[in-house]
Nanobody, 126 residues
Framework: QVQLVESGGGLVQAGGSLRLSCSTS????????MGWFRQAPGKERDFVAA???????YDADSVKGRFTTSRDNAKNTVYLQMNSLKPEDTAVYYC????????????????????WGQGTQVTVSS
């Protein structure tokens, strides 16, 4: 069984930074794609960023230039560095994993991922 656990969320003022971590267990860390999504209350789940096993990254337009995702396979961990945070970034952030090669061409689609973490709250005050 694959387990994902997000951490690093919290309360920060606009313009500040946070780094989220997603640790994995239960399987070797060889997922083809690791994705980040976020969901605000009453809103749909939105794509944030993704990274493939080879290190190719993808960013949503809303976070491009502000967020950076990376992975450390030796530590079984994926990171999301969030800079220049805005109030509209407030949401629960989830990491997700896919072991399907096809996900590398659908990184922004939540149904392309098979395993999800429990989420971590990020709140940005104005």
């Amino acid at each position: 069984q694959v387990q994902l656990v997000e951490s690093g969320g919290g309360l920060v003022q606009a313009g500040g930074s946070l780094r989220l971590s997603c640790s994995t267990s239960g399987r070797t860390f060889s997922a083809y794609t690791m994705g980040w999504f976020r969901q605000a209350p009453g809103k749909e789940r939105d794509f944030v960023a993704a990274i493939t096993w080879s290190g190719n990254t993808y960013d949503a337009d809303s976070v491009k230039g502000r967020f950076t995702t990376s992975r450390d396979n030796a530590k079984n961990t994926v990171y999301l560095q969030m800079n220049s945070l805005k109030p509209e970034d407030t949401a629960v952030y989830y990491c997700a994993a896919s072991y399907r090669l096809s996900t590398t061409q659908r990184v922004g689609v939540y149904t392309a991922y098979d395993y999800w973490g429990q989420g971590t709250q990020v709140t940005v005050s104005s």
